[in-house]
């Protein structure tokens, strides 16, 4: 490539771990639904950083809260207080109705820490026997990529040659309530599950599943786990994805768009009795509930109290589904997912999900897959229906090309 982000793409080969195979588009700059790069091509975002940019490019109040942090105060470290994490654990347990905060970085720490205080609950008030507490999980998981969660990844990817693993874990097919059941023993402790695997390739779960699980939950004194790192925060068309199914968890971790796009923010919020197991010293980060981390939080709490969001990821989302939905036998295999976020097979005759993707690069728009034959689809929420509409064109075109 004799342009500049080819000097940019060799630079990154040769000096950065391998541990990713991005597309060889190099940006520079971005606002809202759109990026450019630094050959000044511009391109319309259709992931959203996996959806750690729900709210878009550098959305001018989260800016505004970053800046206005930046000026006073950065970081304090928890051996002392801050006078804005308060107020991020009050206004996000209130936007989340749950009754506690536990502060830290990434998704990956949010799903440890809700695993850690999982097992410490099961221990110190359920009363199951020491060292013997397990958490069913799903197959096809993502939860992140510490070695006790690629423990319990069945994604050979993800998971092989970083053993010896955690133990604790037991693996149900997703979606299947009375395996779910059947998997409940005296020492369960937790179900630890996205409302919506979005790895997967944007899987939803069956009607009813979700009420299903909680009732088996409740009736043997297990907690429910909502990861919601991903399908969390506006994403679907709801604040959490459960909320589709009238159903609210113990615990729900969050992450990606808690931290606006800015910084990484992730926290665990439930109940009271069950984050209450955490006494002082025994657990931490040194950077959890940082100032900038919770003044950019609150930035992100005040939009989806608004509820703008979660509008527009419900109406535009009916749209996108429908013009996917019209594809289908014209490259498309199946669609699925909720609002603002597709999972969409390839026609297994068509081109690979590296191949639709450069295709749909060449014509301005960014997006991946995720394993071989699928796409994810996650626009900014701030995306327009029109930008939909370019968007959707240029797929038809690159399944055609
Ligand atoms: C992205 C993701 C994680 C991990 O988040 P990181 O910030 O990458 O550690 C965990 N769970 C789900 C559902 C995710 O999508």
Redesign the pocket.
């Known amino acids: 490539m004799a342009t500049v982000s080819g000097d940019y793409i060799t630079r990154d080969e040769q000096w950065g771990a391998h541990n990713y195979h991005p597309l060889p588009v190099v940006i520079s700059e971005a606002e809202g639904a759109w990026v450019t790069d630094v050959d000044g091509n511009r391109y319309l975002d259709f992931l959203s950083g996996?959806s750690a940019l729900n709210f878009g490019h550098r959305h001018p109040d989260l800016i505004r809260a970053a800046h206005e942090q930046l000026d006073r105060l950065t970081l304090t470290s928890r051996a002392f207080h801050n006078d804005q994490f308060g107020l991020f654990c009050e206004e996000l347990a209130t936007l989340t109705g749950t009754e506690m905060v536990l502060t830290m970085n990434?998704?990956?720490?949010a799903?440890e820490s809700a695993i850690k205080v999982a097992r410490k609950w099961a221990y110190e008030v359920k009363g199951v026997e020491f060292d013997s507490a397990e958490i069913i999980v799903a197959a096809g998981n993502?939860?992140?990529?510490t070695t006790t969660i690629v423990s319990f990844s069945d994604d050979p990817v993800a998971h092989d040659n970083y053993g010896p693993f955690t133990p604790g874990f037991v693996t149900v097919p997703y979606g299947d309530a009375d395996a779910v059941r059947a998997a409940i023993g005296p020492n369960t402790a937790a179900v630890l599950m996205?409302p919506i695997q979005?790895?997967a390739g944007v899987i939803v779960p069956p009607e009813g599943f979700w009420a299903s699980v909680r009732e088996a939950c409740d009736e043997n004194n297990v907690l429910m786990i909502a990861?919601e790192?991903?399908s969390g925060l506006a994403r679907t068309g709801e604040l959490f994805a459960l909320d589709h199914e009238g159903v609210r968890a113990d615990l729900y971790?969050l992450?990606?768009a808690l931290g606006g796009g800015i910084v990484?923010v992730?926290a665990v919020v439930g109940r009271r009795d069950v984050l209450g197991v955490l006494k002082p010293g025994q657990h931490g980060s040194t950077f959890g509930g940082y100032p900038v981390a919770c003044a950019v939080g609150r930035a992100v709490v005040e939009l989806l109290d608004k509820g703008d969001f979660q509008e527009r990821s419900a109406e535009l989302g009916a749209h996108l589904h429908q013009r996917l939905n019209d594809l289908t036998g014209l490259g498309i295999a199946a669609v699925r997912g909720r609002g603002l976020w597709a999972g969409v097979d390839i026609d297994p005759t068509n081109k690979t999900g590296r191949e639709v993707s450069m295709a749909l690069r060449d014509q301005g728009v960014l997006c991946k897959e995720t394993h071989e034959r699928t796409l994810r689809i996650a626009p900014p929420l701030v995306i327009t229906r029109e930008e939909i509409d370019h968007a959707i064109d240029a797929l038809a075109a690159a399944l055609k090309a």
């Open positions: 996996y990434t998704g990956a720490e799903v993502f939860h992140g990529r996205e979005g790895e990861d790192i991903q971790t992450g990606k990484p992730s």
